[in-house]
């Protein structure tokens, strides 16, 4: 694929100014601040307080430095903080390396700071990787004169399920509080009291929420903040720290993986200031132990014929199972959201190449023929263009189908970036949510469905960019309406998959008429340039199933066989359905990471190695490759060497065994540069539903109890509580109390939930896609923009039911 | 020695019921209001640069200009807001006016509101003083229903509201950039600067902050003119001011007095030290300021003269202590206070009263230990000019100071208690009566 540069390369020159530090004149750009001017030429200045992603504040006082002139030919009559203080054209600055002056007063500081710290290194999480013990040794006096009481303090204080505080340790310094007021929003901690008494702390009864606390733990100074599942687990200095990109979302947020013997024991936002700067979310930072769990599949296994029961199996004897019960079968390949490029590459292949057809589809949930058109022509080959840094300079950033907090943490932080900077945001959506009041987002409120008309009423011109989540494919007309409003107004678009493998399915060719980089199946060109690529004589040529279609061809007996990479039925659009598909197939072959859904249909299961046991590639919402390497090698096997091996007992090489040389032949293959697919055109979808009915507006919120968070509890106790959202007028023409409970059902089921009130449209209500035991898809069959009924939750009702 | 003094701010506080619009009237109030509204706000803004007054809050930056700094082309609104968070140990000048004579202020609201062009004036008051906050606002009310506030005062088309806010009880907020903070709900403490609040104050709009004494001189000015102001006063400290003495004096009290005076005069006027005391040391305007001592009499008590005897001129809170005094118990006592009232923003302010207070606890029990004067002293110049605000160097001033003219009493604390050297009791303002001796508290 083409990486193009991201950004406008006409930047306007940037204005240098110089001035002298340390007897060096150096120059810089105008409005550095002199701590970071002094840091370019290679001097450190110890600081607290300082960081440079959040406003000066100047608290900590240590990076004192002396000025003996500020530019004007007038000295300064007392230290400065470097970190508030600009560059001026002519400044003389004399840090601790030149002035006794600056080095008394930041010794000086060092020792306040000490006084009442409890110097606990030796059991602290922080000791080793400490600002304060490393600038205590590099900065600080060997001995303090400090004799008498310190402050002390309970400890600790659980400013939320998975943030502790300990205060005797903490400096102060607000990174904290800045952070979560600046950066998340989210301003649930702050400061209390005054003098050295002054902690951080909480409001009785609202602990620190936010789907970003885990950032304060990683910028804390010192030892103050810490996470519960990491607290006195281990000491930086016996971890081994692995560059990673996490799996959670289509952001390619960089991580850090640290583990330890074998064992993943955290993880720490990566630096990408071209992505997600240096913050992640508590889903990329503390849901990690998903692949570590008790189901974990450890071996090959094939269901025994005589007993039914899945044996393990050897590698070769599997594969052989595998490849003797697929070979002359018709089959359908489902590959789930979250595979690595190179993997996603490995089904798409295998698909053509090893059992001849295009059904294949990476799409486990609702989908239509005009997301797939959609994704030929407007996503597939195209590298990065709307980019994160795009949206900083953006005029407005209209969100349809997407909420960013819940569903894309990096996106939603670079908005929070964004409007400070003066870009509007416009969220089309049924209601203001949390994540778009933070974005002061202006809303265009639609019933589920009304998202055509409303693009098709929005005025924009080319420096707007439109962000469209993957429930936008799901409304008739909606990306349609997408296309005709990038064509009509020049506004970029940007699609915003929720899985981390989605984009890249969509460019391995996971699709039915899609083929690897764009080529179109229906195109002969593109097939017979591909097949030569692969060395086989042809690629089928006719269009594949959808998802859609491949369960409904399972069930019918069209097609007898599957193979399912990363595939949970609950996710698919009827689970039921999908299940009763996999009981009618013949023959089902499973490659997965743990137990699932599908094992009890699967007559071959494949253990398959984690992202993190493996070397792979997600692509971004953007199309940015975010390649990482292996952090655990443990042997487990990626789903390209499985597949291969299946192909080989097929007697169809795939050409391909590792992911080095599957991101090889990628990148060897090149990005189609024929002709694309014509734009998606479909109508909207007009009438009402049944009498009775409401809409349901439902998406999942960042931390529910998906597959992925699995293993992550004081993680996931930080959840948002699942509560049902309609307006009063919903809630009482259905009978329902508000803050009482309400049942929704469909001809498949119900689900219960608390019920608030809240500025939805009359006949819409909105729950979470997934909460504590609560699968809306997989109780009721239905999902965002379908109908349901609201009722009342009687107890007379409960009681007649199953638990 | 009467014709010394020089009341204009006093003038009326002896009145009967002096703080109703009706008394204050009678005085001629309000009438500087209708000669302001007959000048242009660049006309009243040149009259007070010209007239010299200077901050009566401490600093002593001149009034006039400070004004002058209010940007012109801004589009947020202009603020005026009055800092009457009087809370330093020692200052008890603006509590006093305020009680007395709350129209002096309300006038030279509606004067400088005029002048910066605000059409919204706040009045920050020290929380503890409800009966402060009780009088402004009947004032404010008064004001209100005679006029002299509200819509088209005094048909001159001049709109403006005054609200009267009272603080919660801090002595930060009497930092101006906390104070703001503070007036918007938030907690108080120092703002950075760049931006000052003469461009980004109150509500990131440009603001005039101004003590309760510089505001309530305005009228005067106005109505006297500009070479009846600089009648009094010295070359560069123009004007009359308030003296607040108290402590070990005969009549302790408000003193309004030409800038300028010296403390010998000012303790004629008071009828001298208490019976049989002689002076020891002295504040010259509150515990932030350096101590001086009985050499420093003949100092003219101006922002010059002050600064050149090593001190601060400050609110002119003149704490005076005799020869009963410890000087390590009263600075103990100024640093318990600073350790108390610290913010707790910055480092060196924080940890270091926190620190120094325990220190001078163990000097004034007598459990001094060896290196402990230097340590202090070294603390105070790692807080001087290291902490965010002024409190922090405040809090170094009285030890400094003290260790420099009395370093003797802080050596004894290594062996013996202030107690036992100064029996506390000796200091109490009835010790000369029959409590004396019985071991009344500190």
């Avoid at chain 1, 065994?657 to 998606?680: I, M």
């Avoid at chain 2, 104070?179 to 600067?193: I, M, T, V, Y």
């Avoid at chain 2, 009094?232 to 004007?239: I, Q, R, V, W």
């Avoid at chain 2, 003495?245 to 800038?259: N, T």
Wanted: hydrophobic share 40%.
């Amino acid at each position: 694929m083409t990486v193009t540069e991201s950004g406008s390369t006409d930047a306007a020159p940037i204005e240098l100014v110089t001035l002298t530090i340390d007897d060096v004149e150096v120059s810089v750009p105008k409005g550095t601040l002199v701590i970071r001017a002094a840091e370019l030429m290679g001097v450190e200045i110890p600081r607290f307080c300082d960081h440079p992603l959040l406003e000066p504040v100047g608290a900590c006082r240590q990076c004192l430095v002396e000025v003996p002139d500020a530019g004007n030919g007038r000295g300064m009559p007392k230290p400065q903080a470097s970190c508030t203080l600009e560059v001026a054209p002519g400044m003389v600055v004399k840090t601790q390396v030149s002035s006794p002056v600056a080095d008394k007063a930041q010794r000086g500081n060092l020792e306040f700071l000490l006084a009442n710290h409890p110097l606990d290194c030796p059991v602290c999480d922080k000791g080793g990787e400490c600002p304060l013990q490393n600038q205590a040794m590099s900065h600080g006096n060997g001995e303090s004169r400090f004799i008498d009481q310190k402050r002390l303090f309970p400890k600790p204080v659980h400013v939320s399920e998975q943030v502790l505080l300990d205060r005797e340790r903490c400096v102060l310094c607000q990174r904290c509080t800045r952070f979560s007021e600046e950066i998340a929003g989210d301003p649930f901690i702050a400061l209390l009291e005054r003098g050295a008494q002054q902690q951080i702390g909480i409001a009785d009864g609202e602990p620190f929420h936010s789907y970003f606390s885990g950032n304060t733990i990683q910028i804390c100074p010192v030892g103050a903040l810490t996470s519960a599942d990491y607290r006195f687990r281990s000491r930086p200095f016996d971890l081994v720290s692995v560059p990673s990109i996490a799996e959670h979302d289509s952001c390619g947020a960089a991580i850090r993986v640290d583990h330890r013997r074998g064992k993943v024991m955290r993880r720490l936002a990566g630096d990408d200031p071209e992505v997600n700067e240096e913050w992640i979310t508590d889903k990329d930072r503390f849901a990690f132990t998903w692949s570590f769990q008790e189901d974990r599949l450890r071996t090959p296994l094939v269901r025994d014929p005589g007993s039914g029961e899945l044996v393990p199996t050897s590698w070769p004897g599997a594969l052989a199972v595998a490849a003797r019960g697929l070979a002359g079968k018709a089959t359908g390949v489902l590959t789930g959201g979250r595979l690595t490029l190179e993997d996603a590459y490995a089904y798409a292949k295998f698909a053509r190449v090893a059992l001849n057809t295009n059904d294949v589809d990476f799409r486990s949930r609702p989908l239509s023929a005009e997301e797939t058109d959609f994704l030929a022509s407007q996503v597939a080959g195209r590298g990065p263009e709307v980019t994160y840094s795009a949206l900083e300079t953006a005029g407005t950033v209209v969100l349809v189908g997407l909420e960013p907090e819940d569903e894309a943490g990096t996106i939603f932080l670079r908005l929070r970036k964004a409007i400070k900077r003066g870009v509007k945001v416009v969220a089309v959506a049924s209601h203001r949510t949390r994540g778009f009041a933070k974005l002061d987002a202006e809303l265009v409120q639609v019933v589920p469905g009304g998202e055509p008309q409303a693009l098709a009423d929005l005025r924009l011109d080319e420096t707007d960019i439109v962000l469209a989540g993957e429930r936008l494919g799901q409304v008739p007309g909606g990306l349609t309406a997408l296309t005709a409003l990038a064509e009509r107004t020049g506004a970029r678009i940007g699609w915003v998959p929720r899985r981390a493998g989605d984009r890249g399915a969509v460019e391995a060719g996971c699709l039915p008429t899609l083929l690897p980089l764009g080529r179109p199946v229906g195109d002969g060109e593109a097939r017979a340039d591909l097949a030569a690529a692969w060395g086989v004589e042809s690629l089928p040529a006719a269009p594949g199933r959808d998802t859609a279609g491949i369960v409904a061809a399972l069930a019918a007996g069209d097609l007898q066989a599957a193979v399912l990479g990363g595939l949970e039925l609950a996710d698919l659009p009827d689970p039921a359905a999908a299940t009763a598909a996999l009981a009618a197939a013949e023959f089902v072959v499973s490659l997965e990471v743990r137990l699932s859904d599908v094992t009890p249909f699967a007559d071959v299961v494949l253990p398959v190695a984690p992202p993190v046991e493996k070397p792979g590639t997600f692509l971004t919402w953007e199309g940015r490759p975010r390649q990482f390497e292996t952090v655990l090698d443990t042997g487990a096997l990626p789903d390209v060497r499985v597949l291969a091996g299946i192909a080989e007992e097929l007697g169809a090489p795939l050409g391909v065994r590792t992911v080095g040389q599957a991101r090889a032949e990628l990148e060897e293959l090149g990005t189609w540069d024929g002709a694309r697919p014509a734009a998606a055109k479909a109508p909207p979808a007009r009438g009402a539903g049944p009498v009775g009915t409401v809409t349901l507006d439902t998406w999942s919120q960042s931390i529910d109890d998906s597959r992925l968070q699995d293993g992550a509890g004081e993680y996931r106790a930080t959840a948002r509580a699942a509560r049902l959202k309609a307006s009063a007028a919903t809630l009482a023409s259905a009978g329902v109390e508000p803050g009482a409970a309400a049942r929704l059902s469909t001809p498949a089921g119900h689900a219960v939930f608390i019920a608030d009130v809240a500025h939805l449209p009359d006949g819409v209500v909105w729950v979470p896609a997934r909460s504590e035991g609560v699968h809306v898809r997989a109780l009721l069959a239905a999902g965002f923009g379908d109908r349901v009924t609201l009722s009342p939750e009687t107890p007379a009702a409960n009681g007649g039911d199953e638990a | 020695m009467t014709d010394v003094l020089t009341p204009v701010l006093t003038a009326n506080w002896a009145d009967d019921r002096a703080w109703t619009l009706a008394a204050y009237e009678a005085h001629g109030g309000y009438q500087a209001l209708d000669k302001a509204l007959q000048l242009s706000p660049e006309e009243l803004v040149e009259l007070v640069k010209d007239s010299g007054l200077r901050g009566r809050g401490g600093a002593g930056f001149p009034t006039g200009m400070k004004w002058s700094f209010i940007p012109k082309d801004n589009p947020n609104p202009t603020y005026l807001v009055v800092n009457a968070d009087e809370s330093e140990p020692g200052t008890c000048k603006d509590i006093p006016l305020m009680m007395a004579s709350p129209h002096t202020l309300v006038e030279g609201v509606i004067i400088a509101s005029r002048a910066i062009e605000a059409r919204q004036a706040f009045i920050y008051v020290r929380g503890e003083v409800l009966h402060v906050v009780r009088r402004l606002r009947a004032a404010v009310r008064e004001a209100y229903e005679a006029g002299h506030v509200g819509t088209d005062i005094h048909g001159s088309g001049m709109d403006l509201d005054i609200v009267v806010h009272a603080g919660a009880g801090a002595y930060i907020c009497g930092e101006e950039t906390a104070l703001l903070d503070s007036l918007e709900g938030r907690r108080g403490q120092p703002r950075l600067r760049p931006p000052f609040p003469a461009v980004a104050g109150l509500y990131a709009s440009p603001t005039v902050i101004n003590n309760v004494e510089s505001i309530a001189s305005v009228p005067a000015i106005v109505r006297g003119g500009v070479s009846w102001f600089g009648s009094m006063g010295t070359e560069k400290s123009k004007g009359h001011t308030i003296y607040s003495l108290s402590g070990h004096v005969k009549r302790p009290g408000q003193y309004e007095a030409p800038l300028g005076i010296t403390l010998r005069e000012l303790l004629d006027l008071s009828g001298g030290m208490r019976d049989g005391a002689e002076l020891k040391f002295w504040t010259p305007g509150g515990s932030s300021t350096p101590i001086l001592t009985a050499e420093h009499l003949d100092v003219p008590l101006d922002y010059e003269g002050v600064s050149a005897a090593g001190s601060m001129l400050g609110t002119k809170a003149l704490q005076i202590f005799d020869q009963t005094t410890s000087v390590v118990r009263c600075v103990l006592r100024w640093t318990e206070f600073y350790k108390h009232e610290s913010c707790g923003k910055c480092t060196p302010c924080r940890e270091g009263t926190w620190w120094m207070v325990q220190i001078l606890r163990r000097l004034d029990r007598g459990e001094g230990q060896p290196g402990d004067i230097e340590t202090l002293l070294d603390l105070c110049d790692n807080i001087l000019g290291r902490s965010f605000c002024a409190l922090g160097d405040g809090a170094t001033s009285p030890i400094t100071s003290a260790i420099q003219y009395f370093r003797d009493e802080f050596e004894a604390g290594l062996t013996t208690p202030s107690a036992e050297l100064f029996p506390p009791s000796a200091s109490t303002l009835f010790a000369a009566t029959a409590l004396a001796g019985k071991g009344a508290a500190s």
